[in-house]
């Protein structure tokens, strides 16, 4: 992570200092860091002399690589990094595998720390229409109620219930209905 | 005895042809009351059946009194809507079409062959007429006491062609009115959820379908859609003057989230107005009309938590009505307003409870487990119609405060959900899967008389017009 953070930087000054001879902008899409007591970036943009030598251009593709970072909202849900969360019929616990879908999910957030998602609570076609609007909103609560445990702030996480309107899987089986029992996470904002 | 006097019944057809939802400046209207005819204080003549059978009645038809294809179309339908409005309710015994077509047709109103209908033991029989005018067309009518020839009801109509069908609603309820003190429905409407647009939510999630808010005429004609959001509008149920739709909408805010709104929809100016927008600290759905439509009891998790809340109809004097770390959801009133039921699952199991309208003497409606959406009856039946889970679905089921006890009025076909009552309570309208996708029927409150009223797509939630 910090890392990666100095790299961003590295390929910043070395792309200002080189008078825009990057035709190529570095797809940085998200805030920078604040700078720490050893970068250089309170300072003046550098004057446009040449790179010292000494500077090391590092590849581009250490950057662009991460499509959750460069990749646009629709592109990220698409292949959504987040674990769908299951619950059992007619309930809202969230037991141990659902717990483990959630810790996994907390390290996503924790890692792309300005990303808002939206919990949608979802339910299988067993139950009955109007309460089932309630029910996902429970599902959709707990699993929000979790991950603050975890440290996520409250703010970054949305709640919206679908009920039964939308399963992810059309069967009338228990392996379809087991999928439409979910949590299902969408990044909101980035 | 009754005179024949022509009416204008315009009124009725005007109020048909404003549901072109959108486009009209002109601010919303109470609809003004149907022009009923003045009877006059004379002895009325009511078919009545023999040994307290219910009357057997026939429906001769109307006869087209030009042969212009217009006149003709309008006077088989007027026909065919009647027998249907007329059977809808149960109260004769219809004779079938079939015997019906072996008696020639008169050729005017007042010569009816009434040997002919003896031997057919009609009790009854409803003969009419329509006529090009300047105005669209006159439609007459007559129900005449077969025994004696007497006129029981006789009323003159003038309006638009454009659709006959409300010309026979309009017959019905009247005639049900004057003959048995009846209210009827057939000049009521259904609103409900559809996907029959077949158009899919934009978002990051494919194949999923946009739900709009339609209204149809009881029996299904004439669907006209509400709303035009390509979102999920859904729940919609119908102020007491018929003027307005509230509903949940489902509204995508850019990257803030999707917020359930609770909208109301104007549907003769297309007018909107939001009296409770969900924002990321809440969510606001299921909302449902006081009866004497100032209030809209709703769904909200403002608390963290699914809690029934009431507001004024603009959104103002918030009150919550329920305290509870359990599910509280989908509120109805009572006919009077005084009492409303909800479903809550504190006790475990969903089941369906009433409280008075301040949110005192909460309890238990009844013992069945699994129950959603209540809708509430009006006098003299004063009844409460829930879904329950009886098997793999749900069924619907009718509970008497009378007898304390639930009658379960569907067959276990499908599942059956989302009841709620005629504005007479005779009739329910649901949902069911029983033909394969979601749609709307309608049920005696028996169990007699299964109708399905919708067949394009999918389309769920009805709620039926007082």
Partial sequence: MRHTQFAVIAVLVATLGAGGCGKKKPPVARPMPPPTSTTPTNAPPPPPTPVPETTAIPPEPKITDDPLVAGDLDQINKNSPFEAVFFALDSFEVDGPAQQALNANAGILKKYPSWVITIEGHCDERGSAEYNLALGEKRALAAKTYLVSLGIPADRLRTVSYGKEFPFDPGHDEAAWLKNRRAHFVVTSK | ?466
Avoid at chain 2, 363 to 376: G, Y
């Fill in chain 2, 1 to 466: 005895m009754t005179m024949t006097r022509p009416i204008l019944t315009c009124l009725a057809l005007a109020a048909a042809a404003s549901l072109t939802v959108r486009g009209q400046q002109t601010p919303p209207q109470q609809t003004p009351p149907p022009q009923t005819p003045q009877q006059q204080s004379e002895v009325r003549t009511v078919i009545s059946g023999a040994g307290g059978n219910a009357p057997k009645l026939a429906i001769a038809g109307f006869i087209p009194l030009s042969q212009d294809a217009e006149t003709v179309a309008a006077a088989k339908t007027i026909g065919d809507v009647l027998y249907d409005d007329v059977a809808y309710e149960r109260e004769y015994y219809m004779i079938a079409k079939d015997a019906v077509a072996t008696v020639p047709r008169p050729a005017s109103v007042d010569k009816v062959p009434l040997d002919r209908w003896r031997e057919l033991n009609a009790d009854g029989v409803i003969v009419g007429s329509v006529q090009k005018v300047a105005a669209g067309i006159e439609v007459q009518v007559r129900l005449i006491k077969v025994a004696t020839g007497e006129s029981a009801f006789g009323q003159r109509y003038t309006g638009p062609v454009a659709n006959p069908r409300r010309f026979a609603h309009t017959i019905w309820d009247e005639l049900y009115k004057q003959q048995l003190q009846g209210r009827g429905v057939a000049r009521t409407r259904l609103t409900f959820s559809s996907d029959r647009t077949a158009d899919l939510i934009k978002g990051p999630v494919a194949s999923r379908d946009v739900q709009e808010v339609f209204i149809a005429d009881y029996d299904g004609a004439n669907p006209r859609r509400v709303t035009n959001t390509k979102t999920l509008n859904i729940t919609p149920t119908w102020s007491p003057d018929g003027q307005i739709i509230a509903y949940t909408s489902y509204r995508p805010s850019g990257g803030m989230g999707t917020f359930q709104d609770i909208v109301l929809s104007y549907i003769t100016t297309g007018d909107r107005q939001t009296p409770a927008n969900g924002d990321p600290s809440k969510q606001n759905y299921l909302p449902v009309w006081s009866p004497d439509g100032t209030k809209i009891a709703f769904t909200t998790n403002r608390d963290g938590n699914p809690e029934i809340y009431v507001m004024n109809r603009d959104g103002s004097g918030l009150r919550r009505m329920t305290t509870h770390p359990a599910i509280d959801v989908t509120p109805t009133w009572s006919p009077n307003g005084q009492q409303l039921a909800w479903v809550s699952d504190r006790t475990g199991a969903p089941k369906i409870y009433v409280m008075n309208a301040d949110g005192t003497g909460q309890r238990a409606l009844s013992a069945d487990t699994n129950c959603d959406r209540p809708t509430w009856s009006t006098a003299p039946f004063n009844e409460i119609a829930y879904a329950v889970r009886t098997g793999p679905g749900y069924d619907i089921k009718v509970y008497s405060f009378a007898t304390g006890q639930a009658t379960k009025i569907t067959d276990g076909i499908g599942s059956n959900e989302s009841p709620a009552f005629s504005p007479n309570g005779r009739h329910i309208a649901f949902t069911s899967t029983r033909n394969g996708k979601v749609q709307i029927f309608t049920i005696a409150r028996d169990g007699n008389d299964l109708r399905q009223i919708t067949r394009e797509g999918n389309n769920k939630f009805p709620n039926w017009s007082q």
